[in-house]
């Protein structure tokens, strides 16, 4: 008898998983929670037993928006509001170590910003090394760079750490024509082109995110990981979301 097809067998190797702030706190509401947080974790935990390279790319919306500041009149700067975002997603970031490892996992936190008591400076061949020997490697603090958002450092990370797919976890099951949640008719798409998602102005990451994905031909996975085990079905190449290629 011949073995049965395991239907989550990974179809990527190495893959660059995008988890905006929301996800690392309740809807609507700022800070961490813990169970969500755990939520993310056994997720992640799933795919890595099975074989795949992870790093995380994190927000930091659920703590702080650095464009919550720009408003004009403000006393905090605009670009002093990023660099506290960027420190907000590593909040994040020490975070989803902590459950990780709490389930046996080795994990390195990376940062673009330099926080040596509590991370790593981002360097590429070490991550890609950490990556190799089974660590999960999250991914903090942008680009580094004010006025940069996370879709951009997601998109730079991807193609920096030679990524097989960029997955955009988000709360929706993939990319719309308008706001499914303002208009009942709004049209979800199964596949897009680079191309459609620049000349409709698709809400998928934003637009220089796109541009780097494009030039390098690294596709996106945009999907729902807050149904159980989409994130396991994203990686085994289940038709979920919305895929963008050339």
């Known amino acids: ?9 990974p179809k990527y190797n190495r893959v660059l998983l995008k988890m905006s702030g929301e ?17 993310i974790a056994h997720q992640i935990k799933r795919v890595v037993d099975r074989g795949v390279q992870l790093a995380v790319v994190v927000g930091g919306g659920n703590i702080l928006r650095g464009a919550q500041f720009s408003a004009k009149g403000e006393v905090i700067k605009e670009t002093t509001a990023h660099y506290m975002g960027m420190l907000a997603t ?12 709490s389930l046996g996992m080795q994990t390195r936190l990376q940062t673009a910003l330099r926080v040596d008591s509590v991370s790593e400076f981002f360097i590429r061949r070490r991550a890609i090394r950490h990556l190799e020997k089974g660590r999960v490697v999250i991914l903090s603090g942008g680009t580094g ?6 879709d951009t450092a997601a ?3 991807g193609i920096e750490l030679e990524a097989d797919i960029i997955l955009k976890a988000t709360r929706v099951d993939g990319v719309y024509s308008d706001d499914p949640e303002k208009n009942p008719h709004a049209t979800r798409y199964d596949r897009l082109t680079y191309d459609r998602v620049f000349k409709e ?3 998928v990451m934003d637009l220089s995110a796109i541009d780097l994905c494009a030039d390098k031909k690294l596709p996106i996975l945009v999907f729902n990981y807050k149904k159980e ?7 085994a190449g289940h038709p979920i979301g919305t895929l963008v290629t050339a």
């Open 90 to 101: 590593i909040m994040n970031g020490l975070a989803l170590q902590e459950v990780l490892e």
């Open 145 to 150: 760079n004010p006025h940069v958002t996370t």
């Open 229 to 235: 085990g989409n994130i396991e079905k994203a990686i």
């Open 155 to 157: 998109a730079l990370r």
């Open 1 to 9: 008898m011949s073995d049965a097809i395991d239907p989550l067998k």
């Open 201 to 203: 102005g698709l809400r």
């Open 23 to 39: 996800a690392f706190g309740h809807g609507g509401q700022s800070g961490i929670s813990i169970s969500e947080t755990m939520g």
